[in-house]
C-alpha cells in the first residue's frame, strides 16, 4: 500500500506546509516515506471541525456510536498484512508480536462498541421527589455521565496499536461519544497513515460527520503543544514517558481553561521477593524475572525494572545466567536507544551500583544487551534516580540486609503501574508487603510477573503519579470510558427534556440507581 505521507484532517487527506520527517527502520537503519508535519492551520481545523461533529453526536444514540467503532475494527481488519509489514518495518516488533496487538486493539474497539451500543457506561442515578420531606423538600434529581467535546490522543511508540491512533484512548473517547484528534507518533507515522485510513473509511460507511476523527502528523513536539493548548480541546489521553506527560500535564493546566490530561506514563513495577520464597525457587525465579525484562526487549511500560529481595548471591549468580541467556531483541527507533545507554550510564554513575553482566553497548547498535544491576538497599534509599525507569532490557536488583530494609525500600517507593510479591513462603512479609504495595501502585501482582496487560472490566492499568496523572483512572478496561466523560444533573426536569437513560421507563433497559437501589425496573 503506498504511503502519501499526509495528515488526515476532517475527512480531507492534506500536505501540510511543516517540515519533513521520516521513519526509519530499526533493523537496517534505512530511512524511509517523508511526511510533512502538520501546522498550527491544521490543529485548527481538525479541532473546530471536531467541535461542530460534536454538536451532531451528542445527539446520537450508543448504539450509532458503536456502529462506527465495530466499522473500525472491520476496517482495520481489511488492511490485511499491508498494516503489519508496514508497522513491522517501523518498529521491529515483528509479525507474530503485531499480529496479537492487532487483534487485542480490534478486540478492544467491539468491547468499547458494545459498552456504548448497551448504554450502562453513564451510570444513571434517580433520587424521586420527596415533596413532603421536613424540614424541607427533596427534589427529583436525576444524574448521568455524558460526553465532554473533542479529545486529543498521544500515542506511545512501543504499542503502535493498542496504544496508538486506533488504541484505548482513542476508542475509549470515540464510544463515549466524542470527536478524537490523534497526533500521529513520529516514530511510525505510516502505521498512524493506514489506520487513519481505516478510520476514514468506517465514518464514509456509517454516515458520521468528519470530523469525528483526525490524524495529524508530527515530527516534534510542536503540534502536541498546539493541540493540547487550542481552546477547543477538552481533554487529553496520552501515552508515553513521565517526561513528555509531565510536559503536556503542565501545558494544561496553565491554559487559561485548565483540561484534564489522562496520562500513562512509564513505571519501574518492582517486584518483591521474600527469602524463604527466593531459596525454594531461585530458578524459577529468576527465568520468570528475566523473561518478564526482556520480552518485546524490556520495551513495556509494565517491564519489571526493579527486584528487591534480602541478600541471595546463588539468586544475583542465576539471573546474570538468565539475562545472559535471553536473546537480544531490536529496540524500536534510536530516541529509545540513546535513551537506554543514558539511561544505564546514569544508573552506573551511582557509587555503590553494579553493572553484573557488563557488556558492549555500541552508540549506533539497535540490540542492546539484557541488563541487569545490582545495589545495596541503603545506597538505593538514599539516591531518588534510581527508582527512573530505564526504558529498554534492564533491571536493578536492590540487594537488602533483612526484611525489615525490604519494607522500607516498598515504603519508599513512589507510584507505579503495578507491583508483584513472591513471598508465599513468606506469610508474615507477604501480608505486610501487600499493604504496603497496594498504597503504592494500581495492580497488585501475586506470584507473577507485571508484563502482559489482561484486557477486561476488572482491570486497571494507571497507578499513582508519576506512573498515571489521575491514579482514580484506569486506560485499559471497560472503565476507560468514564475519563471521557462528566456528570451532569437534572433536578425536577420534566420527562421531554431528560435524556432517555433517565426517563421514568427507562427505555434503554439500563441498569439504575434509583433512590438508592439498583434495578432495571421502570420508575
Ligand atoms: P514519548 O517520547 O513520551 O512520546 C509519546 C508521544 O508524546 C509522542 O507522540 C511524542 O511525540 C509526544 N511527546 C513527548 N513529549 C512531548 C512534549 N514535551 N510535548 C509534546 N508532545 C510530546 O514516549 P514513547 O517513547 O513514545 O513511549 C515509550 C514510553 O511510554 C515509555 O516510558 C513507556 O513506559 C511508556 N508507556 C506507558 C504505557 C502505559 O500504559 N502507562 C504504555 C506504553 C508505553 P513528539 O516526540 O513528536 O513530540
Known amino acids: 500500500m503506498k504511503i502519501t505521507g499526509r495528515s488526515f484532517v476532517a475527512g480531507q487527506w492534506l500536505e501540510p506546509a511543516g517540515d519533513v520527517?521520516?521513519?526509519?527502520?530499526?533493523?537496517?537503519?534505512?530511512?524511509?516515506?517523508?511526511?510533512?508535519?502538520?501546522?498550527?492551520?491544521?490543529?485548527?481545523?481538525?479541532?473546530?471541525?471536531?467541535?461542530?461533529?460534536?454538536?451532531?453526536?451528542?445527539?446520537?444514540?450508543?448504539?450509532?456510536?458503536?456502529?462506527?467503532?465495530d466499522a473500525v475494527a472491520d476496517e482495520i481488519e481489511a488492511l490485511g498484512d499491508a498494516l503489519l509489514d508496514t508497522c513491522d518495518s517501523e518498529t521491529g516488533?515483528?509479525?507474530?508480536?503485531?499480529?496479537?496487538?492487532?487483534?487485542?486493539?480490534?478486540?478492544?474497539?467491539?468491547?468499547?462498541?458494545?459498552?456504548?451500543?448497551?448504554?450502562?457506561?453513564?451510570?444513571?442515578s434517580i433520587d424521586t421527589a420527596l415533596p413532603e420531606r421536613q424540614p424541607l423538600p427533596r427534589p427529583d434529581l436525576r444524574r448521568m455521565l455524558q460526553s465532554i467535546g473533542p479529545v486529543v490522543v498521544f500515542g506511545a511508540s512501543n504499542f503502535p496499536f493498542a496504544f496508538g491512533v486506533a488504541g484505548g484512548d482513542t476508542a475509549s473517547a470515540l464510544a463515549a461519544g466524542n470527536p478524537v484528534v490523534v497526533k500521529g507518533h513520529?516514530?511510525?507515522?505510516?502505521?498512524?497513515?493506514?489506520?487513519?485510513?481505516?478510520?476514514?473509511?468506517?465514518?464514509?460507511?456509517?454516515?458520521?460527520?468528519?470530523?469525528?476523527?483526525?490524524?495529524?502528523?508530527?515530527?516534534?513536539?510542536?503540534?502536541?503543544?498546539?493541540?493540547?493548548?487550542?481552546?477547543?480541546?477538552?481533554?487529553?489521553?496520552?501515552?508515553?514517558?513521565?517526561?513528555?506527560?509531565?510536559?503536556?500535564?503542565?501545558l494544561a493546566a496553565a491554559r487559561q481553561r485548565p483540561i484534564p490530561v489522562f496520562a500513562e506514563m512509564g513505571s519501574v513495577n518492582p517486584v518483591f521477593l521474600g527469602p524463604r520464597t527466593l531459596a525454594a525457587t531461585r530458578d524459577t525465579i529468576a527465568a520468570g524475572l528475566s523473561g518478564s525484562v526482556c520480552l518485546g526487549t524490556g520495551q513495556f511500560c509494565t517491564s519489571p525494572g526493579l527486584a528487591v529481595f534480602v541478600e541471595d548471591r546463588a539468586f544475583e549468580s542465576a539471573m546474570r545466567a538468565a539475562m545472559d541467556a535471553a536473546p537480544r531483541g531490536y529496540l524500536l527507533n534510536p530516541g529509545i536507544r540513546d535513551a537506554l545507554r543514558a539511561g544505564l550510564r546514569r544508573l552506573q554513575a551511582v557509587a555503590g551500583v553494579e553493572w553484573l553482566n557488563e557488556a558492549e553497548f555500541a552508540a549506533d547498535s539497535m540490540t542492546p544487551p539484557n541488563a541487569v544491576l545490582r545495589v545495596p538497599a541503603s545506597v538505593f534509599l538514599e539516591e531518588p534516580g534510581l527508582s527512573e525507569e530505564v526504558f529498554g532490557p534492564a533491571t536493578l536488583l536492590v540487594a537488602c540486609e533483612d526484611e525489615a530494609q525490604m519494607?522500607?525500600?516498598?515504603?519508599?517507593?513512589?507510584?507505579?503501574?503495578?507491583?508483584?510479591?513472591?513471598?508465599?513462603?513468606?506469610?508474615?512479609?507477604?501480608?505486610?508487603?501487600?499493604?504496603?504495595?497496594?498504597?503504592?501502585?494500581?495492580?497488585?501482582?501475586?506470584?507473577?510477573?507485571?508484563?502482559?496487560?489482561?484486557?477486561?472490566?476488572?482491570?486497571?492499568?494507571?497507578?499513582?503519579?508519576?506512573?498515571?496523572?489521575?491514579?482514580?483512572?484506569?486506560?485499559?478496561?471497560?472503565?476507560?470510558?468514564?475519563?471521557?466523560?462528566?456528570f451532569v444533573a437534572y433536578q425536577d426536569a420534566p420527562q421531554r427534556l431528560l435524556p432517555a437513560a433517565l426517563h421514568d421507563a427507562n427505555p434503554l433497559g439500563i441498569i439504575r440507581r434509583v433512590n438508592g437501589e439498583w434495578t432495571r425496573e421502570p420508575l
Not at 468 to 478: E, H
Open 21 to 69: 520527517f521520516q521513519s526509519f527502520n530499526p533493523r537496517t537503519g534505512e530511512a524511509f516515506n517523508h511526511f510533512r508535519e502538520c501546522t498550527e492551520r491544521e490543529v485548527d481545523d481538525a479541532l473546530l471541525a471536531g467541535k461542530r461533529a460534536w454538536q451532531h453526536m451528542r445527539g446520537l444514540d450508543g448504539v450509532a456510536i458503536g456502529g462506527l467503532l
Open 93 to 124: 516488533l515483528g509479525r507474530v508480536r503485531l499480529q496479537g496487538e492487532r487483534g487485542r486493539t480490534t478486540g478492544q474497539i467491539r468491547a468499547f462498541a458494545e459498552i456504548a451500543g448497551r448504554g450502562e457506561w453513564v451510570q444513571a
Open 186 to 250: 513520529p516514530a511510525h507515522p505510516a502505521t498512524c497513515e493506514l489506520l487513519a485510513r481505516a478510520f476514514q473509511a468506517a465514518i464514509e460507511r456509517t454516515g458520521f460527520p468528519a470530523g469525528a476523527f483526525s490524524m495529524l502528523q508530527s515530527g516534534g513536539h510542536d503540534v502536541g503543544e498546539l493541540l493540547v493548548r487550542h481552546p477547543a480541546v477538552e481533554a487529553v489521553g496520552f501515552t508515553g514517558s513521565q517526561r513528555g506527560g509531565r510536559a503536556l500535564m503542565d
Open 407 to 486: 519494607l522500607a525500600v516498598a515504603r519508599h517507593l513512589d507510584g507505579n503501574l503495578t507491583g508483584s510479591i513472591h513471598a508465599t513462603g513468606d506469610p508474615d512479609l507477604e501480608a505486610e508487603l501487600v499493604r504496603i504495595v497496594e498504597q503504592k501502585v494500581g495492580r497488585v501482582i501475586c506470584n507473577g510477573y507485571p508484563t502482559g496487560v489482561e484486557v477486561c472490566p476488572a482491570q486497571q492499568h494507571g497507578g499513582p503519579y508519576p506512573s498515571s496523572s489521575a491514579a482514580w483512572s484506569t486506560s485499559v478496561g471497560a472503565d476507560a470510558i468514564v475519563r471521557f466523560a462528566r
